[in-house]
Structures are given as structure tokens and as C-alpha cells.
């Protein structure tokens, strides 16, 4: 199983961004999908997380700029990003809770990342 993350990149304090992270292998079904990030020198945090359902959660501190959502169909989930800000840079990791088989436990899988820097 991959995860690959997409759509990071350098944007002006203001601006928008759309990650992508599609989950590939073999797959039976995927529960939770999140975003976390990690900033330079700091702890990785929860951004938000979407259940197959589409329920969401978002950090406290985070609501209102972030919109998380899924495609089920493509075992993708996406993260919207407006008003960027100069703290928002970080290295944006997807997450996946999922199982290989009906029969099979749930796993969790990490995407290798993708940067986001904001900058004038």
C-alpha cells in the first residue's frame, strides 16, 4: 500500500492550495483519512481527519481555513487550504487507517509528504 501526496508547493501569505493523497495497493476498505503536518522543529499535529462516512474533525485552531473531504472511489483525500499563512509551512502528511482484507486488521499508513511553504 502508497500513499502519495500532491499539490504542496510555495505560496504568497493569502493564497490557496489543494493537496491530494491517493491511497494505491491492494485495499479492502479504508476507515479514517487525516492530514497532519509538521512544522520545522516542531511536533507533527493533526490538521484534519474524514471517516468513510465524511465525518469530519479539524484542529480547533484550524477551523474555517481548512476543508477537508474524500473520494471513495479513488481512495483519495483532499485538503483545501485558503488564507494561507506564514505559520501554515510545514511538511503536510496524509494518513490512512485501512484493511488489505475483509478478514485482515485495520493498519495504519503514513504518504512520505508534501511541503508547503508560505512566503512573500
Known amino acids: 500500500v502508497q500513499l502519495q501526496a500532491s499539490g504542496g508547493g510555495l505560496v504568497q501569505p493569502g493564497g490557496s492550495l489543494r493537496l491530494s493523497c491517493a491511497a494505491s495497493?491492494?485495499?479492502?476498505?479504508?476507515?479514517?483519512m487525516a492530514w497532519y503536518r509538521q512544522a520545522p522543529g516542531k511536533q507533527r499535529e493533526l490538521v484534519a481527519q474524514?471517516?468513510?462516512?465524511?465525518?469530519?474533525n479539524y484542529a480547533d485552531s484550524l477551523k474555517g481555513r481548512f476543508t477537508i473531504s474524500r473520494d471513495n472511489a479513488k481512495n483519495t483525500v483532499y485538503l483545501q487550504i485558503n488564507g494561507l499563512r506564514p505559520e501554515d509551512t510545514a511538511t503536510y502528511y496524509c494518513?490512512?487507517?485501512?484493511?488489505?482484507?475483509?478478514?485482515?486488521?485495520?493498519?495504519?499508513?503514513w504518504g512520505q509528504g508534501t511541503l508547503v511553504t508560505v512566503s512573500s
Open positions: 474524514i471517516t468513510s462516512g465524511s465525518s469530519t
Open positions: 495497493g491492494t485495499i479492502f476498505d479504508i476507515n479514517t
Open positions: 494518513h490512512a487507517d485501512l484493511r488489505l482484507y475483509a478478514w485482515g486488521p485495520t493498519r495504519s499508513y
